[in-house]
């Protein structure tokens, strides 16, 4: 059974940085590409980045391009999400999102599509203030 665990989010003001972090068992790492979403009150959730199985690739959502960075740890089994330059209108709750694939490229086009994803996280709350 996979298993995706999110953790650090939190309160923080408009120019603040937050690094989240994902967790992932029960599933070879490797072969997964990992996705972030958010979501926002009242709001659909939203694509914000992925990242390859090996790593080699990652794509954005053009609103936080240049801010945050996707990166993993084959090692570890975890996927991290560094967020920099933090602006309110970034609060929402971010979900870590797992999706098998045997190729390691998809296009971005299918990356952000999240019913490509097959396991989700339970989401990290992330506020910031103006």
């Known amino acids: 059974q996979v298993e995706l665990v999110e953790s650090g989010g939190g309160l923080v003001q408009a120019g603040g940085s937050l690094r989240l972090s994902c967790a992932a068992s029960g599933l070879t790492f490797s072969s997964y590409a990992m996705g972030w979403f958010r979501q926002a009150p009242g709001k659909e959730r939203e694509f914000v980045a992925v990242i390859t199985r090996t790593g080699r690739m990652t794509y954005y959502e053009d609103s936080v391009k240049g801010r945050f960075s996707i990166s993993r740890d084959n090692a570890k089994n975890t996927v991290y999400l560094q967020m920099n330059s933090l602006k309110p209108d970034d609060t929402a709750v971010y979900y870590c999102?797992?999706?098998?694939?045997?190729?390691?490229?998809?296009?971005?086009?299918?990356?952000?599509?999240?019913?490509?994803?097959?396991?989700w996280g339970q989401g990290t709350q992330v506020t910031v203030s103006s």
């Open positions: 999102a797992a999706m098998e694939t045997v190729y390691e490229y998809r296009g971005s086009s299918y990356y952000s599509a999240g019913i490509n994803y097959n396991s």
